[in-house]
């Protein structure tokens, strides 16, 4: 008799390991289930825009070719005016918030602001370009200075040329130090994580580059 109670013992005591192990895979899937749950749905990875190399980082890092690529798409965007600058300004200062700070926003919402009561905007055409043989591939150290892992500075070389009505009445080579920040806040609206904290410093004229092709040729008796 004590055999067959020992044997009931026995799976008793199994059935109560097999009911806490069955608890505990329970719990661990509500875990994971959760953990899943809250997951990122999507995942910004920065990728170099030359693909002829190979690169290998970690997932969260931001290069500083893809730091320069974001400030010159935004920036040159934000100086764009097709048609009007008294209503092209404003309207990309708007279209443009989510990838400028709030303080970069009120800076140049002043600046905005400075230029109409000047006359500067009405029936302007505006647009920058880039500089070349100023591109970050020409000089990569210069382009982009890493501050930290969240914060660079970007100096951007371009052409910034005026137009009223048909007339060109500016052009001008000028330096953008522009301040990068790292801010991941509305992935929806801004999906590079980036945005613009306006100057680093003053921009700055700069001098008239050479284009070889329209130097002189040199003549024959000064030639080494």
């Given amino acids: 008799m004590s055999r067959f109670k020992n044997e009931v013992l026995r799976l008793e005591a199994h059935i109560k390991t097999l009911r806490i192990g069955t608890s505990a895979l329970v719990v661990l899937a509500l875990v994971m289930g959760v ?3 809250s997951a990122p749905r999507d995942l910004t990875i920065h ?3 030359d693909l002829r190399s190979g690169s290998t980082r970690p997932w969260w890092d931001v290069p500083p070719e893809s730091v320069y690529a974001f400030t010159f798409y935004v920036w040159q965007q934000l100086q ?3 048609t009007n600058g008294d209503e092209d300004y404003p309207r990309n200062l708007h279209a443009l918030s989510p990838y400028l700070t709030p303080a970069c926003q009120a800076f140049l919402q002043q600046d905005y602001e400075y230029r109409r009561n000047a006359g500067e905007l009405r029936r302007r055409v505006r647009g ?4 070349p043989g100023r591109g970050y591939g020409d000089n990569p150290t210069l382009r982009v200075r890493t501050v930290s892992t969240r914060e660079w500075v970007v100096s951007l070389d371009v052409t910034a040329d005026e137009y009223y009505a048909s007339e060109q009445v500016k052009r001008a080579l000028v330096r953008y130090p522009l301040k990068v920040l790292r801010i991941d806040v509305d992935p929806q ?3 590079f994580g980036l945005a613009i904290d306006c100057y680093e410093g003053a921009p700055q004229r700069i001098a008239t580059p050479v284009d070889p092709a329209a130097a002189p040729a040199p003549s024959p008796e000064n030639m080494p």
Wanted: glycine residues 6%; positive net charge.
């Fill in 189 to 191: 609206r801004n999906p």
């Fill in 35 to 37: 953990g899943w749950w």
């Fill in 47 to 49: 990728v170099p825009p």
């Fill in 128 to 131: 920058i370009y880039e500089i």
């Fill in 80 to 82: 764009r005016w097709p």
